[in-house]
């Protein structure tokens, strides 16, 4: 069982910048993939991004490529999304997500998560 604890939403200006944290407890958190998701009121839930266990090259939802960066502190139990360049667009709910997994696929799809954290809202005003 993990238990992830999303944090570091809020209101911010188009053009502007947040840093999502997603605290992990329960098991060691350099056992499981990370993923990003997002979801706007009467949208799907949206891939954002994704990286495994050990770190390694980021993986992004097209929408936030270049504008968006995952990063994770194993020793810290902690994984981020740096949010910069914020849109309009860009408001929604944040999840952060893990499960057990250690090939090679990018995991893109919310039902290959396990574990989720209760979400963040992000509002980016124009």
């Known amino acids: 069982q993990v238990l992830l604890v999303e944090s570091g939403g809020g209101l911010a200006q188009a053009g502007g910048s947040l840093r999502l944290s997603c605290a992990a407890s329960g098991r060691a958190f350099s056992n499981y993939y990370l993923g990003w998701f997002r979801q706007a009121p009467g949208q799907e839930c949206e891939f954002v991004a994704a990286?495994?266990?050990?770190?390694?090259?980021?993986r992004y939802g097209e929408s936030v490529k270049s504008r968006f960066a995952i990063s994770r502190d194993n020793a810290k139990n902690t994984g981020y999304l740096q949010l910069n360049d914020l849109k309009p667009e860009d408001t929604a709910v944040y999840y952060c997500?893990?499960?057990?997994?250690?090939?090679?696929?990018?995991?893109?799809?919310?039902?290959?998560?396990?574990?989720w954290g209760q979400g963040t809202q992000v509002t980016v005003s124009s």
């Open positions: 997500a893990t499960t057990e997994y250690w090939g090679s696929q990018v995991l893109r799809a919310a039902d290959q998560y396990l574990y």
């Open positions: 990286m495994k266990s050990s770190g390694g090259v980021p």
